[in-house]
């Protein structure tokens, strides 16, 4: 079967980094993608992977192995705006994204 | 770029009567577009894919009689929920993604989400 794999929840400072990771067994890999959701509202789009490395978008990073599968999302220099739900999605052979649950993400002053 | 609005973004009806949110894709076309449900502290759940001018391809457990699906051009999809009943009450939420070729442009942009309360 298809899955995939964060944690429920994560708690950090304001100012501080933070990772959170996904892991994955799909059937087939055309990209991985990573949305924000606050609370009440739509997921925003916020990074897409499909070769392994790391990319960088400002204060968030998104990070790629594919022969691990897994990826992580890095928060530097965490605001109060960026707690919401972090959620990893995988594109797999016939383009249908699998979605994970979702991190709910809180940051403490 | 990549904006797509939804209608209305709250609804509250009676037990019964039918209700019909409109997602549009303001500055893109959209070969594909999505209609998701999330309850409270829940995840999203995909109920249905629709490519313009053919009909949805429905998740399983979805009733495609009680949520009916129009895909009627290239920036408009519409959800009708029919004689809906207090458990419809959810957020339901529409994406759209160009998927022309492949890659990034298979990125799902979601509209705002439309709240549905039945009473």
């Known amino acids: 079967g298809q899955n995939i794999d964060q944690p429920t929840e994560m708690t950090a400072t304001e100012g501080a980094i933070v990772q959170i990771n996904c892991t994955y067994q799909?059937?087939?890999?055309?990209?991985l993608f990573w949305y924000q959701q606050h609370a009440g509202e739509a997921p925003t789009f916020l990074s897409y992977?499909?070769l392994d490395g790391l990319e960088e978008k400002g204060r968030f990073s998104s990070f790629l192995s594919r022969s691990k599968g897994y990826s992580y999302l890095l928060l530097k220099e965490l605001q109060m705006k960026d707690s919401a739900s972090y959620l990893c999605?995988?594109?797999?052979?016939?383009?249908?994204?699998?979605w994970g649950a979702g991190t709910k993400l809180i940051i403490k002053p | 770029g990549a904006v797509v609005s939804q209608h209305p973004s709250w609804v509250i009806c009676k037990s019964g009567t039918s209700v019909k949110i409109e997602c549009r894709s303001l500055?893109?076309?959209?070969?594909?577009m999505f209609w998701y449900r999330q309850f409270p502290k829940q995840s999203l759940m995909l109920m249905a894919t629709?490519?313009?001018?053919?009909?949805?391809?429905?998740e399983q457990g979805v009733e495609k009689d009680k949520f009916l699906i129009n895909h009627a051009s290239l920036t408009l999809s519409t959800l009708t929920v029919t004689s809906a009943h207090p458990e419809d009450s959810s957020f339901y939420i529409c994406?759209?993604?160009?998927?022309?070729?492949?890659?990034?442009?298979?990125?799902?942009?979601f509209g705002p989400g439309t709240r549905l309360l039945v009473l």
């Open positions: 799909t059937s087939g890999f055309n990209g």
């Open positions: 992977n499909v």
């Open positions: 500055d893109f076309q959209a070969t594909t």
């Open positions: 994406s759209a993604r160009t998927g022309l070729a492949g890659g990034i442009s298979e990125t799902q942009y």
């Open positions: 999605a995988v594109m797999d052979s016939n383009y249908q994204l699998i």
């Open positions: 629709s490519n313009e001018g053919s009909k949805a391809t429905y």
